[in-house]
């Protein structure tokens, strides 16, 4: 298995699909990457020669922000809005979604499993 | 979708104003403003700001990572104070 950008191990998979393995690049960007490098996109990667998997991984390195520091970028995006005391920033803190989606319904993916109230009555329709 | 380059950022005239006049004199007062909307620019950095959020004014100190966002961000107008609940209502039953 071959080794791009650090630790990640695509397998036989199109190219073009491994690469998305890696944290950061999804099909637009391998696609634009592996056309940039002049490589077929559709080759297996374990087909690909060993000089064109360094190309991949130096390029990649040189080009894009990926895995642990795209990781620790997005960590300091978010500490700096909780740091000014921002809007987003409280909410980031709440785990409440920060882009203004309602929460008295849905928005599960922030709030996390519902908890269930006890006493609490159905709000009564219309 | 973001605001128009051509535009450049919104920022409240009359406000911007009252910044530079405070720069001019060398003095700096707290500045009332309900301009929730106006974008901090890099002039506001190391100015106080009195935010209006519908109720009260919040003060702020304009520090230079704010640069961008804008001034109603920084003063909520909802206070969260908890969903009562079980606690509440347990609290209530001992007092009793």
Request: with cysteine.
């Amino acid at each position: 298995m071959p080794r791009i950008a650090g630790i990640d191990i695509p397998a036989d998979k199109p190219i073009f699909i491994s690469l998305t393995y890696i944290y950061g690049i999804g099909r637009t960007l391998s696609k634009k990457i592996l056309k940039e490098l002049n490589i077929d996109e559709n080759l297996r990667a374990k087909n690909l020669h060993d000089d064109q998997l360094s190309a991949l991984g130096a390029y990649i390195e040189k080009n894009y922000v990926v895995e642990g520091y795209l990781r620790r970028q997005e960590n300091q995006n978010i500490a700096l809005l909780k740091n000014i005391g921002s809007y987003r920033g409280l909410r980031h803190k709440m785990g409440l979604p920060v882009r203004g989606q309602r929460t008295s319904t849905n928005a599960r993916t922030r709030k996390g499993k519902r908890r269930t109230v006890a006493g609490k009555k159905e709000t009564p329709k219309g | 979708m973001s605001r128009s380059v051509k535009k450049g950022p919104c920022v409240d005239e009359k406000l911007m104003n009252k910044v530079m006049k405070q720069k001019d004199s060398g003095q700096k007062e707290p500045i009332k403003t309900w301009a929730r909307s106006c974008t901090v620019v890099p002039e506001f950095v190391g100015h106080t700001f009195l935010i209006h959020n519908g109720k009260i004014f919040q003060k702020l100190f304009v520090a230079e990572d704010m640069v961008g966002h804008k001034l109603g961000e920084f003063s909520p107008t909802r206070i969260f104070r908890g969903h009562g609940g079980i606690k509440k209502k347990e609290m209530k039953a001992l007092g009793r």
